[in-house]
């Protein structure tokens, strides 16, 4: 069974169900009618455009060019932790870019190699929606692990430096608060994986499923999508806090300013 197509006189039907919350913000006199209206118009010309460029990327099939797309991917998710966490670009940039990219590929082509079993794994049809559905998984793992990690440096330098003090290396004096980090960082991701298919049912299923695949296959998919997801974002939490944790330290192991001025 092939995907019901919508067209776009269908597609604007159901964006109109959108007037629903404005009109409920506009009768309680809730101050977002202006943020959604503007938020509903960004999403549909952005992934217009995303859809325009991938049908290219698609027809084109080029290994280089869906690389690049991938670390295009691994960019923007770099500078949208960045501005979440406002940690200073001078710190983390570099190591997240490492960090997320390489968890991809590294996830990503496990998936598709052994997995899948794919002769041709940069094979667009695939390479991209898999790396998209791992890219996007990355993020709020890394923003709740870094925002942990410094904050927690920073609130409890006592413990760090009582640590150092009493001869342990850097790498044990920071282990607690690396600890704290993964542990606040993947507690979501475990209650996700505890509540799928009871209390949600996981988006990637659903969509292999309104793809025409039976629902064993999207249940099979989802199944190790997700182990997956959560093995690259531990790889690309684990790499950025190793890294940064090398650029976050002066010779006399004080810890760096880590933040962001605030703007005027």
Known sequence: MATTDISYISMAVGLLLTALPIYIFHRLGV????????????????????????????????????????????????????????????????PLMVGLTGAALVAGMYFLIPVLRLTHPFDARHFIPVMGIIAGGMPGVCITGL?????SLQHDRRL?????????THTEAVAPFMRRAIEKAFAPCIADMTMAGIVSLPLIMLGQ????????????????????????SMLALITTLYLSD??????YGRLRNYKMSKQK
């Open 209 to 232: 499923m309104l793809g025409g695949a039976s629902p064993v296959t999207a249940v099979k998919y989802q199944i190790v999508l997700m182990g997956i997801m959560f093995s690259a």
């Open 246 to 251: 090398r650029r976050s330290f002066d010779i």
């Open 147 to 151: 925002s942990t990690f410094y904050d």
């Open 31 to 94: 101050r977002l009618i202006g943020s959604a209206v503007t938020a509903i118009i960004r999403m549909v010309a952005q992934l217009g455009l995303i859809a325009l460029y991938m049908h290219y990327l698609f027809e084109w099939n080029n290994p280089w060019a869906n690389l690049l797309w991938l670390l295009l991917m691994a960019l923007v998710a770099t500078f949208a932790t960045i501005r979440q966490t406002r940690l200073r670009p001078a710190i983390v940039m570099l």
């Open 160 to 168: 760090y430096f009582y640590l150092l003090g009493n001869g342990a």
